[in-house]
């Protein structure tokens, strides 16, 4: 008798990161984003705070596609309840900005927003480790700043954008059909 096996279709993980105090346009950008994601086929993945983090979360949230699970905080501590209320899976780490690494490497597809120093910080581990990144949004912050630059001479490709989030996500869903580069590592 042969055993049958079933298959669980994957979902991409999108790594939405940015500001913990983003402007009203780069917040209502990334909740459309999340929503988008969603709609997509995506889990959301963030830092799982306030900011961006919290408006991709509620984004992601609203989605007509959303099931239980497709939104997941990675938190600088050890606390579950700090995440914002639309995380449906908290992931405790206790390792305070370090845990930037974990929410650029989860992801098949880094999404910036605006940004600061921790957004800086997860925008050069995804790029060291040969992720897409994809700047959304307005004028303000790292994510614009590096727009259509390279970081260094790791990759050919620059940071990509800005686009508008429904631009943003099309752009990822090509990108991920495509074969890509393996990181060269440090």
């Given at each position: 008798m042969s055993e049958e096996k079933t298959i669980v279709p994957v979902k991409r993980i999108a790594s939405v990161v940015?500001?913990?105090?983003?402007?009203?346009?780069?917040?209502?950008?990334?909740?459309?984003?999340?929503?988008?994601?969603?709609?997509?086929?995506?889990?959301?993945?963030s830092g799982g705070l306030g900011g961006v983090m919290q408006?991709?979360?509620?984004?992601?949230?609203?989605s007509a596609k959303y099931s239980s699970g497709d939104v997941i905080g990675?938190?600088?501590?050890?606390?579950?309840?700090?995440a914002n209320e639309f995380v449906d899976i908290p992931i405790c780490t206790g390792l305070e900005y370090a845990r930037n690494v974990i929410v650029a490497a989860s992801g098949d597809v880094v999404f910036a927003i605006g940004g600061g120093a921790g957004t800086l910080s997860e925008i050069a581990?995804?790029?060291?480790l040969g992720k897409p990144i994809i700047a959304v949004g307005g004028p303000d912050g790292w994510a614009t700043e590096l727009a259509g630059?390279?970081?260094?001479?790791r990759r050919n490709e620059p940071i990509l954008g800005p686009f508008n989030p429904?631009?943003?996500?099309?752009?990822?869903?090509?990108?991920?059909?495509?074969?890509?580069?393996k990181p060269k590592g440090v």
């Open positions: 940015g500001n913990a105090r983003p402007t009203a346009l780069n917040e209502a950008c990334a909740e459309e984003l999340g929503r988008v994601l969603v709609d997509a086929g995506f889990r959301v993945l408006a991709a979360s509620r984004g992601a949230r609203s990675v938190l600088p501590g050890y606390d579950a309840m700090a581990i995804a790029w060291s630059r390279r970081l260094d001479d429904v631009e943003a996500v099309q752009f990822a869903i090509d990108l991920l059909t495509q074969d890509r580069p």
